[in-house]
Every structure is written in C-alpha cells, then in structure tokens.
Nanobody, 126 residues
Framework: VQLQASGGGLVEAGGSLSLSCASA????????MGWFRQAPGQEREFVAS????????VYADSVKGRFTISRDIAKNTANLQMNGLKPEDTAVYYC????????????????????WGQGTLVTVSS
C-alpha cells in the first residue's frame, strides 16, 4: 500500500496546519491509522492514532488538546488538524496504516503499522 502524506509547510508559532494521508492503492480498509513525527536528531515518536471502524482516537500527551486526528472513510483518508503549533512541533510527519488488531495502546507503537508514507515537513517558527 502506498500512502501519500501532504499538507506540511512553514507556520508561525500559534498557527495551524492540516495534514492529510491518502492511499491510492489500498483495496481493504485498515484497522487503524496513525501519525508519527521525527525531529532532527531525534527518534520517531507517536503523535496520534485512530481506529478505522470506531473512530476511537489516542494522542500523545504533548499534542493532546491541540491536535485532532480524523478519518474520512469515503475518501479513504486520515487527517491531522494541528492547532496552537509550537516550535517543538517542528518535525517530519509520517502517516501509517495498520492491518493488525490490538488495543488502543498498541497503535502508539511503530511496529503496529504495516505501511508508511514518505513524510511531510512541518516547520514552526518562533
């Protein structure tokens, strides 16, 4: 499955961006989709995940209350609305999908995901 992430860019602190993740090749619905990010010199970290069937969401503490993950089943996309952006949110953001079944905490781990997008850069200036 090829995933395409888009929507990154440069924004001032306090601003907003909306990321989108689409698949042109998926033929079956995923179990879950997630967003991760990797800042320069740091490890990839979990941002948010969503159950495709129930819409249940999980967020990293660092983004809770500021970011919202959603999915559009008809368009086969997962979106990440990012508000109140901070300079520490600067990173390459990756979307991923999972065909694996697990509890809500399972999808906070990279190994839960089967396919990854190429990443989109988000830069937040102070």
């Amino acid at each position: 499955v090829q995933l395409q992430a888009s929507g990154g860019g440069l924004v001032e602190a306090g601003g907003s961006l909306s990321l989108s993740c689409a698949s042109a090749t998926r033929t079956a619905s995923p179990v879950a989709m997630g967003w991760f990010r990797q800042a320069p010199g740091q490890e990839r970290e979990f941002v948010a995940s969503i159950s495709w069937s129930t819409g249940e969401t999980v967020y990293a503490d660092s983004v809770k209350g500021r970011f919202t993950i959603s999915r559009d089943i008809a368009k086969n996309t997962a979106n990440l609305q990012m508000n109140g952006l901070k300079p520490e949110d600067t990173a390459v953001y990756y979307c991923a999908d999972s065909l694996q079944y697990g509890d809500r905490t399972y999808y906070t781990k990279s190994h839960a995901y089967d396919d990854w997008g190429q990443g989109t850069l988000v830069t937040v200036s102070s």
